[in-house]
């Protein structure tokens, strides 16, 4: 008998039918002989929802207060599912994050999980329950309830699979699993039966929105057999694993992020420590930065290039723009028609050929590059955003991902 | 500085504006110099949409799961108000059930309250905050989420007066305080300054819904000063309290209550044991009987009728007929066309003259009088539906209500 961690997202359960499909499919898994453990988030639209009730009082909720609000999203999910499931003639019961207990930090709306008590959840199983956890949810060491933002119910599930030492952790999305490219982009894209944790990484971080980074760490970390498969259709979907041929290099696949910022400061003087400044007042603000370009010195100054997420743009430029007298810069500018193209595979670094190969399929196709970055296993490059599909579709076809 | 524990009902808090306002006049409270923590219900309809929701899911789902996704009503409202405190430049914090400590028993849906520990909130008061807190749940010794009932908003609020040995509870409500018959039938009814908890108690049982039993019962018992008042004005309300001259004779209201049926068990033997027989039944399903009458006894049978709520009324008929041959009675029969009047006050029991003076009130307008039934402090009678508000007139008028 094995012991399952199953992760189904909002649009997986966002209405009745939804919700039955979804527990005839967990009891199937169960009759094969299966502990289940079942994380769930809020149905489809209600965290909007809840977000629209809350700014119709006040621009400026307290954070605490907002877990408070949003946290019962992911609780009416987890009694709806559950009392499914004891329709169909089985036992269930549902789990709040304070009830697993799921201690996180005090960082609300992006708390992270310190520690998981798993013993009621244990108890539940023994008992002969599938139990339903609500995810995205944990509550600090004062008992206030958290949430763990971006990506949060994946992450529950995945700290839940650690703490009771799940034999896997089935993340159900709206796809089949981590193909080569967006489908809908590339025609012959291929789906991967598996992946390494590293390059599910890159991917996520790159733009493959399918599953949050901060799931993929953990599940490296404590080495969680991890899936990923559509709630829609019984397909296997892509194992992500530690993975031993790493001196093999394989070119995974191309992902593209649309949702890219890129600003420029003009005229910094050429001295020690302009780069640190500029980038330590954006840290102070939480603002990540991606790719950094710096030009080389003409006339004693340098323009600094970065990227954003679009969502960052106006803050980073006005904190600049607010202290462009200590940077002794001339003027801050920005980009929004730019996106990232980048392949993602191990052992990238020692086959300097990859990258040959990626621009040589972008200038195949005359698209310009305004920014390179590399790292251990990918390799992106900033271009202009009409151009994301052409580049993809030359990428994917110069690696010849479409076969095995 | 007092401590006020104030409850707001659901339609009270029902959209955006109204929760201001309910934020201000908690504000205002505050500023004259007391502490507070305040009791909400969930917003308007909000709980009948979640029942809705498990109903498309299941005709009976699992009362532990119920527990669950209600009390999510209830962590809405508390997350939106203490939001909106804080919008107005107060500190307020909002806290479940489970975080303010209100452990109940395990009776999912109709849970009693057990304890309370009342640290949490005091630390809270002792930090500036205005502690909100969600009415109508507690957990059990197990977390898991209880709900109270009927009522359990207001019991929540007398329960933490008590545990907070609060100046007073202030139970804010749709109309003005107590009034000695409803205003919507009887023109010249008067608002009450004050009442005993025994005479409010039978109010509330003989149908002047404004404050539910539990919590008068709990007031009672620990002595709390409970004031009842109305959200949309400034109007002293009605305070319930301890009041000394039980001696007096003084007949306080006049209640009506239409959500009656009147069951009978006709050609029961004329044998003892047999009311016994037939009321153990019904209490075993949890059904309450209120007036009973029982017929002298003709060719050795009798005929027992009594009264139960309308929506028992089915429950008991097919209890009744599937035992109608342990009973060894002909047949059962209900009516619903009835309806009860009743006077309330303290001392009735020793002013034999006061039943008089309600039958001839009666008498003179030509009703007649299907079931009478008495206590310590009221005189009940059930009659024609029809006849209610031309009864509530009478009586009204006979005892000189109108006047002070």
């Known amino acids: 008998m094995g012991l399952i961690v199953q992760k189904y997202g909002g649009s997986s359960i966002a209405d009745t039918q939804k919700i039955m499909n979804v527990a005839k499919r967990i009891i199937d898994t169960h009759k094969e002989g299966n502990q289940m453990v079942v994380v769930v988030s809020a149905q489809g639209d209600t965290t909007d929802n809840l977000i629209k009730m809350a700014k119709e009082i006040t621009d400026n909720p307290s954070s605490r207060e907002m877990d408070m609000l949003l946290s019962t ?21 549902s789990l709040t994050g304070a009830q697993v207990g799921i201690k996180t930090n005090s960082d609300y709306s992006n708390a992270r999980i310190e520690t998981i008590d798993s013993d009621r959840v244990k108890r539940e199983l023994d008992d002969g329950n599938i139990v339903i ?28 699979a650690v703490a009771l030492d799940a034999d896997r952790c089935e993340i159900f999305t ?11 982009i590339v025609d012959d ?31 490296k970390k404590y080495n ?26 394989v070119v995974r696949g191309v992902a593209h ?29 939480n603002i990540n930065v991606d790719i950094i370009l710096q030009s080389t010195a003409r006339d004693n100054t340098r323009d600094i ?21 200590l940077l002794d810069a001339r003027s801050v500018s920005y980009s929004d028609g730019v996106a990232k193209v980048s392949i993602v595979g191990a052992g ?38 009409d151009d994301v599909e052409k580049a993809m579709v030359a990428i994917h076809k110069k690696f010849k991902l479409n076969c095995e």
Chains 1, 2 share one sequence.
């Not at 992911?74 to 019961?93: D, F, P, R």
């Not at 995810?135 to 060491?141: E, I, K, M, S, Y």
């Not at 390494?196 to 993929?216: Q, T």
């Not at 290039?305 to 007298?325: G, M, P, Q, W, Y």
């Open 224 to 249: 969680v057999r991890l899936v990923v498969r559509s709630s829609l259709n019984n397909n296997d979907g892509t194992e992500v694993k530690d993975m031993a041929d790493m001196e093999k290099m």
């Open 348 to 385: 990238m670094v020692e086959n300097p050929g990859i990258a040959c190969m990626m621009f040589e399929a972008l200038a195949e196709e005359g698209i310009n590059i305004h920014m390179i970055s590399t790292s251990e296993i990918k390799i992106s490059c900033l271009i202009k955003a």
């Open 257 to 285: 992020d649309y949702d890219i910022a890129q600003i420029s400061v003009v005229g910094v003087p050429d001295e020690p420590g302009m780069a640190y400044k500029l980038f330590k007042m954006l840290a102070d603000e």
């Open 73 to 93: 999203g992911e609780q009416i999910s987890i009694a709806l599912l559950a009392m499914a499931i004891g329709e169909l003639g089985y036992k269930a019961v």
């Open 305 to 325: 290039s970065f990227t954003v997420a679009k969502s960052n743009r106006d803050r980073a430029i006005s904190i600049i723009e607010d202290n462009l007298s």
């Open 174 to 184: 709206d796809v089949d699993g981590i193909y080569t490219a967006d489908p809908r």
């Open 189 to 219: 894209a291929r789906k991967l039966s598996e992946i390494s944790y590293d390059e599910m990484l890159e991917l996520a971080s790159l733009g493959a929105r399918v599953l949050h980074n901060r799931s993929v760490e953990l599940a």
């Open 133 to 160: 956890v609500a995810g995205f949810q944990g509550v600090d060491c004062e008992y206030n309830i958290t949430t763990l933002g971006r990506g949060g119910s994946d992450t529950t599930a995945v700290a839940l």
